[in-house]
């Protein structure tokens, strides 16, 4: 009986391991399988760039064209915001022998809003500030409150001595959507490549007192110029002298009709320009 123990014991000692490295071999080997499979599965669909984890924290306003046309099934992708219209189609400037076509209160028939209305609309825009002066406005700049403001589609910047090519990003918005209505609306008539002439956006405080301050009325004294919430449209530009004013005319009065039914902007019809304030 002693002689069987041992026997017994080493032979139960053999069994175990051999069960042991089976086991570890099954197992292992099941794993490598599975991670073999998994990488075949996963990496045909995920190119190097859209696997890491800068995919998803990439802002879903990159343009488009930087993502591998089809790397991703549409399911997984994640679709770009709507935009604003881009500057895609730059305006060129209308030759100067053109003579332009009036865009103030005696040309179209727009309601007055009130200006104290402007001024609450102004405040409450919601990157709005004070531009006191020049430090303010590139503090503005470098902060985005003031976003630059190009030519674009249906307008073009008149040579501006008293402002700046700056406005609050929703107010640029609002000019981008303004130009692409009146460019719309236009289009496939004599008429079609017209401009809106915006003559002035942001003036710094400094800017409205050289201007020979209008006082809109007796209470406050600021501009809404001065918060960059508003730009003034002086003219509408045919696209030739063959061409008469009624199309761009009746156009832009259409044009601010809407926006302002609608809510998005304030005018003030003035001798010499509309003055439009976008609204929050
Ligand atoms: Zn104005």
Redesign the pocket.
Known sequence: MPAIGPNLGAMARSIWKRYRWDRIGLVTGTFSLMVIGLVAWVSPDVPPSEGSSAAVLSHPDAPPSVEPAGALPTSRRVEPQPQPQPEAEPAPKPPANIKPCSCNKSALKIPRNPYTAHRVAARNLPNSFFVKDKSGLDWGRKAGKLVPVEDGRGYHIAPLSHSHKALLPEARNVLHAIGNAFADELKGTPSEGALIRIS?MTRTAAQQKALGQRNYNAIGEEST?SYGA?F?IAFTDRPSNDVTCSDATRAIQKVLLDFQRRGEILVVPEGT?M?VTVRP
């Open positions: 002035s110029h508003s003034d320009c003055h």
